[in-house]
């Protein structure tokens, strides 16, 4: 395809050529679902999401959930991601919006958000959170502050946490 054709097909999508201020910055996420020695084990249902610092919500990002159960059974767990869904889960419809997927077995995982994905989010300082809950295990919330546009400084020092059961390292690096 030439590249005049490429160029008119984006367009035509409503794709700029030429990325806006932000929209090249990016949040790279690596999240481990850690592998536990129990009798009756459950992939856990996982929620990623941004908040102010006075713990608001700004935007789900990403829930991993049971979604292709019989009858939306799946469904009616979400709420064991208790920090989320009070805040903003209950009034998200997640079969339209794209940011729902299938429960993860252990592992590590890597998700990348682009600027474009966070055109909405004003610049300042916010945290990602990652809430994760698993049925007959226990439920965990870590979070990582970094500042919305990010500098060069910032994709330097990503931040790390671990969790303690629920969730492996989760890092978290901001990129300009």
């Known amino acids: 395809m030439s590249s005049n054709r490429v160029l008119a097909s984006a367009l035509a999508l409503g794709v700029s050529a030429i990325p806006a201020a932000g929209?090249?910055?990016?949040?790279?996420?690596?999240?481990?679902?850690?592998?536990l020695s129990v009798a009756e084990y459950h992939r856990p249902y996982v929620a990623?999401?941004?908040?102010r610092p006075d713990q608001s919500?700004?935007?789900t990002l990403a829930v991993w959930w049971e979604k292709d159960k019989r009858n939306n059974e799946g469904a009616k767990y979400l709420d064991e991601l208790r920090q989320w869904w009070r805040k903003s889960g209950?009034?998200?419809d997640l079969k339209a919006?794209?940011?729902?997927?299938?429960?993860?077995?252990p592992g590590k995982y890597q998700l990348t958000f682009s600027g474009a994905q966070l055109a909405d989010l004003a610049?300042?300082?916010y945290n990602l959170v990652v809430e994760a809950s698993r049925e007959t295990g226990g439920r965990e919330v870590v979070r990582a502050p970094f500042v919305w546009p990010p500098k060069a400084a910032q994709a330097a020092k990503p931040a790390a946490l671990k969790g303690a059961r629920e969730l492996g390292a989760v890092t978290l690096?901001?990129?300009p």
């Open 90 to 92: 209950r009034s998200l």
């Open 48 to 51: 990623i999401w941004i908040e």
């Open 123 to 125: 610049p300042g300082t």
């Open 57 to 59: 919500a700004v935007k």
């Open 97 to 105: 919006d794209g940011l729902s997927g299938p429960t993860r077995a």
């Open 23 to 35: 929209q090249a910055a990016q949040l790279a996420v690596s999240l481990e679902v850690p592998q």
């Open 173 to 175: 690096a901001a990129k």
